[in-house]
Each structure stands twice: as structure tokens, then as C-alpha cells.
């Protein structure tokens, strides 16, 4: 896993000198270690934030360079106003100071003494949220590009207290991370094998692993899978993992991925100007590895089942050949007419088999579904689908919360008919009008009436541009967002 940025809490007293940066709201005089840094500098910060009009708005900042008192630089941070503050704006905060001490080379100080330890904490999550960056095949570093983090120190009013509140939230960071990773690496590099040995190391966490392998899956009837993978001579694998950490015997809750790691679109071939961001195909899959490495991570009091379903879908004398009819795991026969409309395939038989097992509490299912879902909402939002309100408003505002937001899109049942085939129950395609909507209409076909919900990521999980949790690149979308719903509604 990419290296992580060390954090470690200090006492609450000024810093020697160096770059630091600092945190504080809006509407304040300075108060605490920002009125002694300013002190010792002459009233250096206080002069410069007036001259730049700084009003210490939400992840906005200030550089002082050279005030004085061996200070190199000092990065005023704002907060935006005290009396609204949640989790999620510390942490863009933080990520704002992150980036901008590391201006300065790899180490720094922020300083969070105005804030609660737990907020304290989620400023620390944020900075290392900022600072991840994916350059494991680099051999020279970039000229020009800032120095990498490794250590930050934070200073905190009370540094016990914002540890303890930090050990889970680094869980969290160390999820997101590995989404991050996996979403991240080339195509030739994870390709369904080596993607079940990354997931087979969360066995250290103690999270159970199993694999089914073709063989395996086709014992099963899992028609639809295997269709998409027969093209690639990569073999096709689903994997299996499951948190025990809730009550003996407890229903678990279920996150299903659909783990697509390159999308040629097969015979119903991708035009070549960005088929390259096909590998983040796997966005899915990478979330639902990533949220159980976060439960584990922290010890989570749930019983949770997180299955993924691994394929390549390429070209080949063996292909998948558009108007083939595939048979799935739920007996239900599909008419494939595009076979770039192959997740949903993926899908089907992954989330009859999961609901089929384990009989979840529910189960999210996570997808670089569409590219509908991205004309619809852009890159802001991901879609929702449920078939339940209440799990469609627990994830709702679990998005709200955590800067992973959703919006949920209708699912009626007029959409079915667009759905039926002349030879077989269904076709995968249902057109383009409301292309996203019909393929988690398809979706729903395998739930079995369980409780479920659809994210379709297909805007959210690559970021052309740095987001406020992000940098550029692969932003580990779904990792937060299902780790706080599951804290949130339904840990023991």
C-alpha cells in the first residue's frame, strides 16, 4: 500500500520554528498558540491576514513566509464559523493544510488546539487523506511538483484524547488508501489474480477469505460472469470476505463490487480516446475491499460480507458475441445485445449468490455502472437506487455527512418493460433513454427482495482535478461513505 502519512499528537505548545500551519474559525481575534506564534513574530500573522483580507473561510489559507522567530513559513487555515463546524469541514481543512506544508518538504506541524480532540482527529484524517499520492511507477520525481509528507505533527489541547479518537479514523484513512491503490494501478499490473492477492492479505486484519474460481463459479451457474470473462485469458475469480465482529449468529450486512479490471467493452469495442481510464472499471470492487479493510481495521461491532466479482472483459476468437443468451445464477436467462453493458452481467450473479448465501440485512452494491449516471449528475454525485426508503435515507444522509454525497434516482417499474427480450427473460440493454436507470432496474431483477441500494459511480470514483478530500486521480469514493453508514445505523 502506497506509505501513509505519520501523524503524531503533541501537546499543545508553541512549535520551535519551521512551517506550520493553523487552524482557526472565522469571526475570532487570535487566541491560543495562533496569538503566541503571532506574538513571537511581531504581530507578523495578524498584519499579513488584514493585508491579504483572510477571513479564515471554510479550507482557505494564508502563507506568511519568513515572519520571524525561526519560523520558515506559517499557513493560516481557515475553519469557516466555530458554530457550524462538522467533521467533514475540519477535514477539508485539514487537507488544505496538508497540501500546503508540504510546500515546505516532508515534515511539518499543524496546529488544532482550537479544536475538540474528535475534530482534532478528523484533521489529522483529512491531512492524510490530502496527502496521498500514486507514483509508484515513477523512477525520477517530478520537477517542479512539492515534496512528499511523511510526518505531521498535530497539535492538540488534549493529545490523549485526540489519539484515541484518531486509532479508528486511521482504519478508515488505511481503506480508503487501498481503494485508492487498487483503483489506481495499471490494467496489466491487477488483473483479476493478482487483485484476489491483494485481497487475500486482509486475512491479517482477520477478516475471512474465500475464492471461487471458474470452475467453482460454474458449478454454481454463474452464466452471466463467466460470459464477460471468456474472452480474457486472465481467469475470472469471485472473492469472498467476511467481519465478524458483531453478535454470534447475527444477519451480516452485505457490499457487493463489481470488479471489472479492464473494459475493453469487448466486441461492442470502446472507441480508443480514453479507453486507457478503463482500468478504474474496478472502482466498485476497490470500495467494497477497501470499506472491509476500514471495519476490520477498527474492530467494527457488525457482522459483514463483502463479495466481489473479478473480470477482464476483452477481445478474443472466444468472446462474448453480441445476441449470445447467457443463463444466471438465479435460473433468469439474458440476452446480451452490448457486450460493453457487462457489469450488470458481472452483477446479476454476484448479488443473487450473495443475497442467496448469507440472507444480509441488506446489501449496497457499488459500480462504474454507466455513463448515463455521469450525464445525469457529473462528478459531484453518485446515483442511488434503492428498493427500500429507510436504507435509501440512511445512505442519503451518510453522504450528506461525509462529503460522499448521493442522489437518489427513480426505479419504477415502467422501466422493466424496456428490459424485456424477444428470446429470453431479459436483454442487458434496455436503450438510451434512462440508460442508468435501466441498468440498476436490471440490478434489481437478483436481489430477491432484499433491502438493497445501487451506487453507480461511474462520475465519482477518477477525478480529472484535486477534490477536498483528493488529489488527482483515483478519490477511494464509497470507503467513508458505507464505513459511517454502517458506525452510524447499524454497529452493535
Not at 351 to 364: A, C, G, H, I, N
Request: with cysteine.
Amino acid at each position: 500500500m502506497t506509505p501513509m502519512l505519520d501523524i503524531a499528537f503533541s501537546d499543545a505548545t508553541a512549535p520551535a520554528g519551521g512551517t506550520i500551519a493553523i487552524l482557526a474559525p472565522s469571526g475570532t481575534a487570535p487566541a491560543g498558540l495562533f496569538a503566541q506564534v503571532d506574538a513571537a513574530t511581531g504581530g507578523a500573522l495578524a498584519r499579513a491576514a488584514r493585508a491579504a483580507r483572510f477571513g479564515f473561510e471554510l479550507a482557505k489559507t494564508c502563507v506568511v513566509l519568513a515572519p520571524g522567530a525561526g519560523y520558515d513559513r506559517v499557513i493560516l487555515v481557515g475553519l469557516g464559523a466555530m458554530d457550524s463546524l462538522c467533521a467533514t469541514q475540519v477535514e477539508r481543512a485539514g487537507v488544505a493544510a496538508a497540501r500546503a506544508v508540504a510546500q515546505g518538504g516532508e515534515q511539518g506541524t499543524i496546529v488544532a488546539d482550537s479544536l475538540t480532540p474528535g475534530f482534532a482527529a478528523h484533521a489529522a484524517l483529512g491531512a492524510v487523506l490530502g496527502s496521498y499520492r500514486f507514483d509508484s511507477y515513477r523512477t525520477t520525481p517530478r520537477k517542479g511538483e512539492a515534496g512528499k509528507l511523511a510526518t505531521v505533527s498535530v497539535l492538540a489541547a488534549d493529545p490523549a484524547a485526540a489519539q484515541a479518537a484518531w486509532q479508528p479514523l486511521l482504519a478508515v484513512a488505511r481503506g480508503v488508501f487501498l481503494c485508492r491503490d487498487l483503483v489506481s494501478e495499471p490494467a496489466n499490473m491487477l488483473r483479476p489474480p493478482e487483485f484476489e492477492q491483494r485481497i487475500l492479505a486482509l486475512r491479517d486484519l482477520g477478516v475471512e477469505v474465500e475464492v471461487l474460481d471458474r470452475d467453482a463459479m460454474h458449478k454454481l451457474g454463474f452464466g452471466a460472469l463467466l460470459g464477460v470473462a471468456q474472452g480474457s485469458d486472465a481467469p475470472p475469480r469471485t472473492v469472498i470476505m467476511r467481519w465478524n465482529g458483531g453478535t454470534q449468529g447475527e444477519a451480516p450486512v452485505a457490499f457487493v463490487g463489481k470488479g471489472v479490471t479492464f473494459d475493453s467493452g469487448g466486441i461492442s469495442i470502446k472507441p480508443a480516446a480514453g479507453m486507457d481510464e478503463m482500468k478504474t472499471d474496478m472502482g466498485g470492487a476497490a470500495a467494497v475491499v477497501g470499506t472491509m479493510a476500514a471495519l476490520a481495521g477498527r474492530k467494527a461491532r457488525v457482522n459483514a460480507v463483502g463479495v466481489v466479482g473479478l473480470v477482464e472483459n476483452m477481445l478474443s476468437g472466444n468472446a462474448q458475441r453480441p445476441g449470445d443468451v447467457v443463463r444466471t445464477a438465479a435460473g433468469q436467462t439474458v440476452e446480451v445485445l452490448n457486450t460493453d453493458a457487462e457489469g450488470r452481467l458481472v452483477l446479476a450473479d454476484v448479488l443473487w449468490y450473495t443475497q442467496d448465501r448469507f440472507k444480509p440485512r441488506f446489501m449496497v452494491n457499488l459500480a462504474t455502472l454507466t455513463g448515463a449516471i455521469v450525464v445525469s449528475l457529473g462528478v459531484e454525485r453518485a446515483g442511488l437506487f434503492s428498493n427500500n426508503d429507510e436504507l435509501a435515507g440512511h445512505l442519503s444522509g451518510t453522504g450528506e455527512a461525509t462529503g460522499e454525497k448521493l442522489w437518489r434516482m427513480p426505479l419504477d417499474a415502467a422501466y422493466l418493460e424496456l428490459l424485456r427480450s424477444d428470446i429470453a427473460d431479459l436483454k442487458n440493454i434496455g436503450g438510451r433513454p434512462g440508460g442508468s436507470i435501466t441498468g440498476a432496474k436490471f440490478l434489481e431483477c437478483f436481489v430477491n427482495e432484499v433491502p438493497w441500494a445501487h451506487l453507480d459511480i461511474a462520475g465519482t470514483v477518477f477525478s480529472p482535478r484535486a477534490t477536498s478530500h483528493a488529489p488527482k486521480g483515483a478519490t477511494g469514493f464509497g470507503v467513508r461513505l458505507l464505513d459511517r453508514l454502517v458506525s452510524t445505523h447499524y454497529e452493535g
